[in-house]
């Protein structure tokens, strides 16, 4: 059974402090572009081949759609919740990872059983989700 990758995307697009915040929408769909690569390649160090990405959005950057490899949740509330809802309908009997350095977060979905590390993982590994010429500021 594919792995199961489930990104923040607000807390990733909001890692780096490039401009993100006059463009949500283009935002999250540069990061969503930039994490394609990762559901035949996995998330090396992280997830092997092959994985199931879901990105979860809220806010302005609900509309964002999905494309092939990238399954986009539009959150109707909090992104957390969302993410937790998912860690325990999705990721029971697999390996689940979340990528977010939210603190509250973390700790929800450790408890499900979902393992954690942060949006560098994601962001190092093809620039996912940065405008480009942007600099890494972590």
């Known amino acids: 059974m594919d792995s199961l990758v489930i990104v923040d995307a607000a807390n990733v697009v909001g ?7 006059r463009d949500r929408r283009g935002a999250a769909e540069r990061l969503r572009d930039g ?13 092997e081949p092959p994985v199931e990405l879901v990105l979860v959005v809220e806010g302005a950057a609900r509309e964002v759609a999905s494309v092939d490899g990238v399954r ?9 919740d969302r993410m937790v809802e998912l860690v325990a309908a999705e990721g029971a009997g697999r390996d689940c990872l979340v990528v977010t350095a939210d603190r509250g977060l973390r700790a929800r979905v450790e408890a499900l059983g979902a393992r954690v590390t942060g ?20």
């Open 72 to 80: 986009v949740e539009s959150a109707p509330g909090s992104g957390d």
């Open 119 to 138: 949006p560098r993982a994601v962001r190092d590994a093809r620039g996912g989700g940065r405008r480009p010429g942007a600099e890494a500021d972590d």
């Open 15 to 21: 890692s780096v402090p490039d401009g993100w915040w």
């Open 35 to 47: 994490l394609a690569v990762h559901a035949a390649a996995g998330l090396p160090g992280y997830a």
